[in-house]
């Protein structure tokens, strides 16, 4: 994607590129900014729509753990003095979600998220466990003005009434996104895609607002709530599997070495990254197997070596189950592809 400059008041977006944070292109009232990613070839983006005063819509397609915490104007910033809500719908990956009290819940694919000032804002950065997210995100400013923008608004202000449901708990609200919710949210983005009318993203929007006044979030199922320190361990464990994906560290021997129990530190695991330990290093043993048969020349059993396999055959057998061919099938059907 081109940079080209931005005509708008220096803001969040010129800021970010100035800090080499991403490139932004601009298209009336909707900007793009493109974010790098941990791995070069899959570069990441946030679309910025900016509808109307009172709401804001951003579309996240990211491939990093950790992007700059940007708006889509001042407005909605952490420094504004305006209360907004924030409406999070995620489509693929998990979100980590900080909250004022110090504890940490995690967003997944299917669910909505809603936060009337629960959650902490103002961190220098945002964090997906998986390194790989896509969702929407809504900013509404509640008041009167809502009126102006729908005519139904004067009888039925929904964000009004999203703030009022919300500000009930002491927590951001989540819940599944049903059918008719996430149907509503597609369809927006769908036409912010394709550069459709702001009128037309609009009434998209207000559908979905007006479906989730009707949802049962009050009705919440059970969530998992986490501390910061059980949150860094979690963390701290991940770094150490990455740094060296040839040693298997058994999980009693990394629990000992943050002094709590093995069946803590496996929940602490899942409750951050959403999948177990055991897998997560089945995963990342894998996926780099087949990065270094697709793009080294290393021999077959240098790589079951690299990724913590006693032998050939062995590693032969787990590529196989995984990924349904052999590594040397894979190696050659990749060499074809390019």
Sequence with gaps: MRCTESPLKKGLYEQAVQEG????????????????????????????CDLAPELGLILIDIHSKTIPELYPSRRFSPDSELTFITVNYCTRGRCELELRNGEYTYLSAGEIAVDSGQARRGNASFYYPTGEYTGIELMLLPGNHWKDIFIGA????PADEIQRRSERFGRPRVVPADEGLAQALGQAEADARRGMDREIILLDILRFLYL???APIEEERRRDYYTQSQVAIAKKVMEILSADPARRYAAGELAARFGISETSLKNYFRGVFGCGYGQYQKDMRMHLASRLLAETEDAIGTIAQQTGFSSQSKFGKAFKDYYGITPLEYRRRERIGR
């Design 21 to 48: 944070k991403g490139c932004m292109t601009e298209r009336t009232w909707i900007r793009e900014l493109t974010i790098p990613a941990d791995r070069k070839e899959e570069e990441g983006s946030l679309l910025f």
């Design 212 to 214: 989730l006044l009707d």
């Design 154 to 157: 004067k009888e039925r202000n």
